[in-house]
Structure formats: structure tokens, C-alpha cells
Nanobody, 124 residues
Framework: EVQLVESGGGLVQAGGSLRLSCAAS????????IGWFRQVPGKEREGVSC????????DYGDFVKGRFTISRDNAKNLVYLQMNNLKPEDTAVYYC?????????????????WGQGTQVTVSS
């Protein structure tokens, strides 16, 4: 069974940091690209970042602007999203997802498997 489980969300003040983790199981982790997305009620899911296993290439949404860093540990089937200088507009449910096509993309439709999400709330 394919599983993606996010953790590390919570409440933080503006300017603070959080590190999200995505634990994957049930598929060949090293063959997939992993992406982070976020969504707020009433809005479409938005691509935050993604990382490809084969070469470690990454991509970020324009709004990240150097504040977030994605990384992966293929030995442990984990992907991390380090979020610094958080802003209230970063408040959302954050999801990780796996793309069997292993592309570098922040387009949600490209992804095959999704986790349940973790809430990130940034207070002003």
C-alpha cells in the first residue's frame, strides 16, 4: 500500500521556522519525484517545491523566494521542507505527493500519490 505521511506542521509566529517531513512507503521511492503543495479553503492547491531523485534537481514556487528548502533522504524514504521566515500568508494545509514520471513540476495534476496533509498556521 502506498503511503505518504506528512508531519511537522503547527502554529508558529511570523518570522519563525518549521520543518515538514514526508515519510513514504509502498513504492520505489528513489524512482519518484516528490513535491510539496499547499491549499487553503476556497483556493486551488498550489505547488510549493519539488525534488527529483535521479539528480537532486529542485524547483520552487515563485512565492518561496529563497525562504524554503526541499531535501530528500533516499535511504530513509524521507523528504523535508525547511520553511524559514514564515509569513501569515503561508498558512495552509501542506501536502506531499509522489510523481511516477519523476519530472520536476509543481503542477498538482502530474502527481500520482498524495498524503493527508499537515496544517501550518502562521500568526502575525
Amino acid at each position: 500500500e502506498v503511503q505518504l505521511v506528512e508531519s511537522g506542521g503547527g502554529l508558529v509566529q511570523a518570522g519563525g521556522s518549521l520543518r515538514l517531513s514526508c515519510a513514504a512507503s509502498g513504492f520505489s521511492f528513489g524512482d519518484y519525484a516528490i513535491g510539496w503543495f499547499r491549499q487553503v479553503p476556497g483556493k486551488e492547491r498550489e505547488g510549493v517545491s519539488c525534488i527529483r531523485s535521479s539528480d537532486g534537481n529542485t524547483d520552487y514556487g515563485d512565492f518561496v523566494k529563497g525562504r524554503f528548502t526541499i531535501s530528500r533522504d533516499n535511504a530513509k524514504n524521507l523528504v523535508y521542507l525547511q520553511m524559514n521566515n514564515l509569513k501569515p500568508e503561508d498558512t495552509a494545509v501542506y501536502y506531499c505527493a509522489a510523481d511516477a514520471g519523476a519530472s520536476i513540476s509543481t503542477i498538482p495534476d502530474r502527481y500520482d500519490y498524495w498524503g493527508q496533509g499537515t496544517q501550518v498556521t502562521v500568526s502575525s
